[in-house]
C-alpha cells in the first residue's frame, strides 16, 4: 500500500531532491518540505538569527536560504493569489521594503507544512499564541514576521520562486 510518506519520498525522488542532510555515521532523511520566508520587516529589525535560532529549537531543519530584495513585481507574483484583496498594495509594499530571507526547511516527517505552519502562528498577530514566531516577532498585519507554504503544491511552487528548481540538499561543490 502506498502511504503518504512512501508518495512524498517517491515524488521528491522522481524530482531529484536528495532527501539527506549529513552523512554516515548520522544523515538526516527528509520525508517533507515547506518554503519559509522572513519579511522584509523582520530583516530590517535584525530578527533572523532569533528566527532561525527557534527553528533549530524546533524539529524542522533548515536546508537552503536566500536574502533577496524583491522587486514590486516580483512581491506581487509571489503573492498573486491575493491580487483583488484590499490589503494586496500594502502586503506588496510591506514585503518589498526590505529584503526578505527565504528559508527551504525540511522534517523528517510528512508534516513540514504543518509544523512549520504551527511554529509561525495564526496569520493575525494580535491573535497569534504567545509562543509563536508571528506572536513574538510580528506586530499588525501585514507586519507578521513570517510566511509559510500553505500546501506541497504551492511550496514547489514558492521554492522554484526563489531557489529557481528544488534544491539538491546536499549537492556538493
Ligand atoms: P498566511 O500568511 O497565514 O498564509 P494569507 O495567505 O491569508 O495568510 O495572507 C497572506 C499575507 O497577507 C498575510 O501573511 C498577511 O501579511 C497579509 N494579510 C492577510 N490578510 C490581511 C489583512 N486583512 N490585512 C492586512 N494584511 C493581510
Ligand atoms: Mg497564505
Redesign the pocket.
Known amino acids: 500500500m502506498k502511504t503518504d510518506e512512501w508518495v512524498v519520498a517517491q515524488e521528491s525522488a522522481e524530482r531529484g531532491v536528495n532527501v539527506t542532510l549529513g552523512r554516515e555515521p548520522n544523515p538526516k532523511v527528509f520525508k517533507s518540505f515547506t518554503l519559509g520566508m522572513i519579511k522584509s520587516h523582520a530583516v530590517v529589525d535584525k530578527q533572523v538569527g532569533s528566527i532561525i535560532s527557534m527553528i533549530e529549537k524546533s524539529d524542522l531543519y533548515l536546508l537552503e536560504a536566500r536574502l533577496r530584495q524583491l522587486s514590486p513585481p516580483g512581491g506581487a507574483a509571489f ?1 498573486a493569489e ?1 491580487e483583488g ?1 484590499p ?1 494586496f498594495e ?2 506588496i509594499k ?1 514585503v518589498t521594503s526590505g529584503p526578505v530571507f527565504a528559508l527551504l526547511l525540511g522534517s523528517e516527517d510528512v508534516h513540514a507544512v504543518t509544523k512549520w505552519r504551527g511554529l ?1 502562528g495564526a ?1 493575525d498577530p494580535t491573535q497569534a499564541e504567545s509562543w509563536t514566531l508571528r506572536a513574538i516577532f510580528g506586530t499588525v ?2 507586519f ?1 514576521a513570517v ?2 507554504s ?1 500546501s506541497r503544491e504551492s511550496f514547489e511552487e514558492e521554492a522554484e520562486f526563489f531557489f529557481g528548481v528544488l534544491p539538491g540538499i546536499t549537492r556538493s561543490m
Open positions: 503573492y491575493h484583496r490589503y500594502g502586503l510591506s509561525m496569520t498585519m501585514p507578521n510566511h509559510g500553505d
